[in-house]
């Protein structure tokens, strides 16, 4: 299996910028999708953004569409997810995710189901 570490959250000023990464070790990195989600209190997980095995597909959450950037660098094994124009409504903890399952970009690899690893999650405020 793989293992999960997420770095990079804070505070931040709405309009700001933030650079998450999620290190992956204990697998080969290459046999993985990944995937950030994002849960606030009160409301349940949701997809943020995830990259096919070969970094050459990307998939995006319509709220974040144009402002997250999501890549990853196979030589350190590591997936990043560039935030600009950041929003008090992108606080969230965010979690970085992991599969390799087919079928990335269906609907269902947006549930957080369909997904098999996770990280501890990394807390992003963006205040207003």
């Known amino acids: 299996q793989v293992q999960l570490a997420e770095s990079g959250g804070g505070l931040v000023q709405a309009g700001g910028s933030l650079r998450l990464s999620c290190a992956a070790s204990g697998r080969t990195f290459s046999w993985y999708n990944m995937g950030w989600f994002r849960q606030s209190p009160g409301k349940e997980r949701e997809f943020v953004a995830a990259i096919s095995r070969s970094g050459g597909s990307t998939y995006y959450a319509d709220s974040v569409k144009g402002r997250f950037t999501i890549s990853r660098d196979s030589a350190k094994n590591t997936v990043y997810l560039e935030m600009n124009t950041l929003k008090p409504e992108d606080t969230a903890v965010y979690y970085c995710?992991?599969?390799?399952?087919?079928?990335?970009?269906?609907?269902?690899?947006?549930?957080?189901?369909?997904?098999?690893?996770w990280g501890q999650g990394t807390q992003v405020t963006v205040s207003s």
């Open positions: 995710t992991a599969d390799r399952l087919s079928g990335l970009g269906d609907a269902s690899s947006q549930r957080p189901g369909w997904w098999d690893y």
